[in-house]
């Protein structure tokens, strides 16, 4: 079946710009998460959504990202004004709930310039 | 705060040789996965090891965990050049939302 999907691949923008970066999980999965890998930070959570819960957002930088989830299935993240130090790789991933393994889109390089 | 580690960081080997990648933990942990990436692409999940003593294999690699020393193991047997990759560990806590906490990876070259 088909995994998880984000889109875009790749995204340069320039520093102060706002992005969004969408993921669409695989179907039937209620957990979603974020996550960024940088060279200097490796890979580390940015935002859970589990079915119709509130986000646990802990793993967000600052607050000029955000992220929603509509109808229990598509993600956005956004990132508002940004900064040379977001650019990183932004990895969505799923899965059924609680311990399940997650999958693993392919990313979202941001490069901002 | 869950803390994860690996070692080594970097691994070049023979083909044919084995190997094993040490994955450490600061805390008590639900679950323990490895995963693999290849350059450029995503995260292909490999193992999820469940409770002490689980012993996971699939052609030349097998995954340990020992909760009471709070490490995990990638073994990898007879090496050849597909396993080239960077190789993940991480844990995560079900009351948490299990979100994931990742080591630093190892770079594993596998040389012809």
């Known amino acids: 079946g088909a995994g998880v999907s984000q889109s875009p691949s790749n995204k340069v923008t320039e520093k102060g710009k706002d992005v969004e970066l969408r993921c669409d999980p695989i179907?039937?999965?209620?957990?979603l998460y974020w996550y960024r890998q940088s060279l200097g930070q490796g890979l580390e959570f940015l935002i859970y959504f589990q079915g119709n819960s509130a986000p646990d957002k802990s793993g967000l930088p600052s607050d000029r990202f955000s992220a929603e989830r509509t109808g229990g299935s598509v993600s956005t993240l956004t990132i508002q004004r940004t900064q040379q130090e977001d650019s990183a790789v932004y990895l969505c991933?799923?899965?059924?709930?609680?311990?399940?393994?997650?999958?693993f889109g392919p990313g979202t390089r941001l490069l901002v310039l | 705060e869950l803390k994860v580690e690996q070692n080594p960081l970097f691994l070049s080997m023979q083909e044919g040789k084995n190997y094993t990648i040490y994955c450490n933990y600061s805390?008590?942990?639900?679950?323990l996965y490895w995963y693999r990436q290849d350059p450029g692409k995503s995260l292909e999940s490999l193992f999820v090891l469940l409770s002490n003593g689980a012993v996971k294999q699939e052609g030349r690699l097998m995954a340990s965990l020992d909760t009471k020393a709070r490490l995990s193991t990638l073994h990898i047997t007879a090496a050849v050049h597909d396993l080239s990759a960077t190789y993940f560990c991480?844990?995560?806590?079900?009351?948490?939302?299990?979100?994931?906490?990742f080591g630093g990876g190892t770079r594993l070259m596998v040389k012809p």
């Open positions: 805390t008590t942990s639900d679950r």
């Open positions: 991933a799923s899965s059924f709930v609680g311990l399940e393994t997650q999958y």
């Open positions: 179907s039937g999965h209620t957990a």
């Open positions: 991480a844990g995560g806590y079900n009351n948490a939302g299990n979100m994931l906490t």
